[in-house]
């Protein structure tokens, strides 16, 4: 089943504690220059590293929580890697810079009870403000990374913490439907996932791990600063926002550096297309880019199409486009496409809406996201929890060394979700001719007069149903009242055009009356000015946040 390592991730960084070498380049855009990058090789970050897991250990000790609230720029792998080292319980976080996303920072710093708070000198101010107007237990320490640099007392002598069962990290979810969720990432369970990554994706020293997601995002941390620990290769990343502002500088990134990994959501994908005009594509050359990893929220048909048909012309190979799953819980790894690039199937709608997946010529497409690496996964039935066989939807459950211990200060929800060694996902999949496919979660799931209804293929067919609404702001949500359960739809016009409603809902309950054979009880705009349609911190839309603001009105 798998064949992971047992060495704490934090001892790979000691192997390359000489080399001149860069290991991590930060492109700084601050005030809108151009991007600058700032340089870490592998030996200034293994001294960076020991001064601060120095300065750690005299002010917290083994399986104290420490928070790191700081940008996404080099502070903040210096100081993760360094909490690592010291053996203290590490909390990727991110600065209180973004209003809309304190609320989760609130919840997340009250929950773990971190005694130190990481943060750099550029952000210390903000967060000086954030602790005294928000609801929020400051810490015993508040500390810049800059100023634990300065070389300590026998720091170079210093050994890491010992690993294993250990908590390395508390995983955050990106889910806002509960109370914060810590998943408890242990050094084995760490290693194991970086080991799958790197061996699912081929990634070594002469690999550039190129991106932008958040390093408080499971996808961030292991893509952009973990796996480039454990085999070396060279990470160069963004901070999210230059990424939203310009998207072409990410697509710079993939052009400027050879043998590049990159990770994003769909939605990324499907901003570079429409965002980045030609005349800006005529100097990329994506030739070199080896996989560009789709996951984190559901890989749409469409969008890998228009992906490869607007930049193949500049060199993009539409095999090196891997749609995968993984999720916090499992640390982020689960399954991914091979070599072979992405694979699109047509289903018989009727069938699927049984939970049977038949190959059809006309009907629902769905994006394989491959064979799973290192690890079991098998579909159950979430009711029994019997295996089902290929072809039956089901519950995806996943078991090996990569899964978290469970959820922090949660142990009910902890022997829910991982029960005699499986972690049930709650995502709903189905394995087709050997590769697994995703149709959903059961808490989503609409069933309206018997039929099974998936949320995202509704809302699939409301984006394309007219160019007013925005492709990555449409909810679907089944609510019940004395008729049974219906369906509705909130949906997010775009920005800066003149809609008309009614011809938006007309074109919007048109189509999904004929693709999905169901009446929608209602349809619903609902513009960026007023809230729009919510969404995590990660940018998947959020359904249940969705109908509870849906329900309130």
């Known amino acids: 089943m798998s064949g992971a390592p047992e060495r704490p991730l934090i001892e790979y960084l000691l192997d390359r504690a000489e080399s001149t070498e860069v290991a991590f380049t930060y492109l700084d855009c601050t005030g809108g220059r151009d991007a600058e990058p700032r340089d870490l090789t592998w030996a200034e970050l293994t001294r960076q590293v020991r001064a601060v897991a120095a300065r750690l250990r005299r002010v917290a000790a083994p399986g104290d929580r420490v928070a790191l609230v700081t940008p996404q720029d080099l502070t903040y792998v210096v100081g993760f890697l360094g909490a690592l080292y010291a053996g ?79 908590v390395a990290y508390l995983q955050y979810t990106s889910g806002s439907t509960r109370e914060p969720a810590g998943a408890v990432i242990t050094h084995r369970a760490l290693t194991a996932s970086v080991w799958q990554v790197a061996g699912a994706y081929q990634v070594d020293q002469r690999t550039t791990c190129a991106g932008w997601i958040p390093f408080f995002h499971d996808m961030g ?49 499907d901003y570079a297309v429409t965002s980045v005009p030609a005349s800006a594509r005529k100097s990329l050359d994506l030739g070199d880019v080896r996989v560009a990893l789709n996951g984190s929220e559901p890989v749409r048909p469409a969008t890998v199409r228009a992906f490869a048909e607007a930049f193949a012309p500049h060199g993009f190979r539409p095999a090196a486009h891997r749609p995968s799953y993984g999720l916090a819980e499992a640390t982020v790894y689960v399954s991914s496409a091979g070599d072979e690039g992405p694979t699109i199937t047509t289903f018989d709608r009727d069938a699927l809406a049984t939970g049977t997946a038949v190959a059809a010529e006309t009907g629902t497409e769905l994006v394989s996201v491959g064979r799973p690496f290192g690890q079991e996964v098998r579909i159950a039935d979430s009711k029994t929890g019997e295996p089902c066989p290929d072809g039956r939807m089901g519950e995806i459950q996943v078991r090996g060394p990569h899964l978290a211990r469970g959820y922090w200060r949660q142990p009910e929800r902890s022997a829910e979700t991982f029960a005699d060694g499986w972690l049930r996902t709650g995502d709903l999949g189905v394995f087709h001719d050997g590769q697994l496919y995703i149709t959903g979660r059961i808490k989503d799931l609409i069933i309206v007069d018997g039929r099974n209804l998936y949320p995202q293929d509704i809302e699939e067919t409301v984006a394309d149903a007219h160019p007013a609404i925005r492709r990555d702001r449409v909810a679907a949500f089944g609510t019940a009242d004395e008729r049974g359960e219906g369906v509705v739809v909130l949906a997010e016009p775009v920005r800066g055009q003149e ?25 619903l705009l609902l513009p960026a000015e007023d809230g729009g349609v919510p969404r995590t911190s990660s940018g998947k839309v959020a359904r249940s946040a969705a109908k509870a603001r849906y329900e309130a009105r």
């Open 221 to 269: 941390l292991i893509q952009l600063m973990c796996v480039p620990v454990f085999t070396g290769a060279r990470s160069v990343f963004l901070q999210p926002l230059e990424f939203i502002r310009r998207p072409i500088r990410w697509l710079r990134q993939l052009s400027d550096y050879p043998a590049v990994f990159t990770a994003a959501p769909n939605f990324a994908f």
């Open 499 to 523: 809609v008309d409603f009614a011809q938006v809902s007309k074109a919007v309950r048109a189509a999904v009356s004929a693709q999905h054979e169901v009446a929608l009880r209602d349809f």
């Open 88 to 166: 203290v319980v590490a909390v990727p976080l991110f600065a209180p810079e973004v209003r809309s996303h304190r609320r989760r920072l609130v919840g997340a710093l009250n929950d773990c009870e971190a005694r130190v708070w990481l943060t750099s000198r550029g952000a210390m101010d903000k967060l000086t403000d954030f602790t005294t107007s928000a609801p929020v237990t400051p810490p015993d320490q508040l500390l810049c990374v800059e100023d634990l640099l300065l070389p300590a007392e026998d720091a170079d002598l210093l050994l890491p913490a010992e690993g294993g069962e250990r």
